[in-house]
């Protein structure tokens, strides 16, 4: 695992995640003027995501063009990200992450919300919390945390979660495959435990930065 925040220069935040072999990078910008203008809400800032996946990310190179599959990710994404920041201090704003795929070997969901949610709070935009999440699924009949691509791919069900973990929230949670209720159950807490030890870095990244300001001045 490695995480990183304010890794360029041009965005107002950024963070590099890996986990495992998936690697995201994510850029933040705003809360900024939004365009076009009928677009913006009087009550709150709009918040955009757009997931994707570089052509090199993946085995068989991937057409540039944005899937069915990225467009949905992004609106996960999205979902997820916006319960965490406080968007109503910002109103008639936008503020737009892009998450860029950088290799891929399952859990990209979740290595993009997580360096999302760290490049989000790099930019100094006000959060309930920051996301942690990891995927917990079942392969060969047995329960794993983190699964790879094969174990993603072949295996019998692969259920992201991603947390607000200060608040007790779920952020995201999806299911594809099957898990009986007590398999379900095993995974949450399987899930809780990889998100506590994920939650721990984000702050560690965070912190990381600031201290070497801190030594600088
Ligand atoms: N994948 C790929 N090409 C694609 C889409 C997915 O190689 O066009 C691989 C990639 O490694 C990805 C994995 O399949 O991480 C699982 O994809 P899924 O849709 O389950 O989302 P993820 O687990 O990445 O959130």
Known sequence: MKMEVG?????????IVEMGRTKVLTAVYGPREMHPRHLALPDRAVLRVRYHMTPFSTDERKNPALSRREIEISKVIREALEASILVETFPRTTIDVFSEVLQADAGTRLVALMSASLAVADAGIPMRDLIAGVAVGK??????????????MWGEADMPIAMMPSLS???LLQLN????????????????????E????????????????????
């Open 177 to 196: 495959g099957s898990l009986s209720g007590g398999e379900f159950r095993a995974a949450l807490q399987m899930a809780s435990k990889g998100i506590d």
């Open 139 to 152: 392969a060969d009949g047995t329960l794993v945390l983190d699964l790879n691509e094969e174990e993603d």
């Open 169 to 171: 929230q779920v952020a």
């Open 198 to 217: 994920l939650y721990r870095m984000e702050k560690e990244a965070l912190m990381s930065k600031y201290s070497a300001y801190k030594e600088v001045n």
């Open 7 to 15: 890794v360029l220069k041009n965005a107002n935040g950024s963070a």
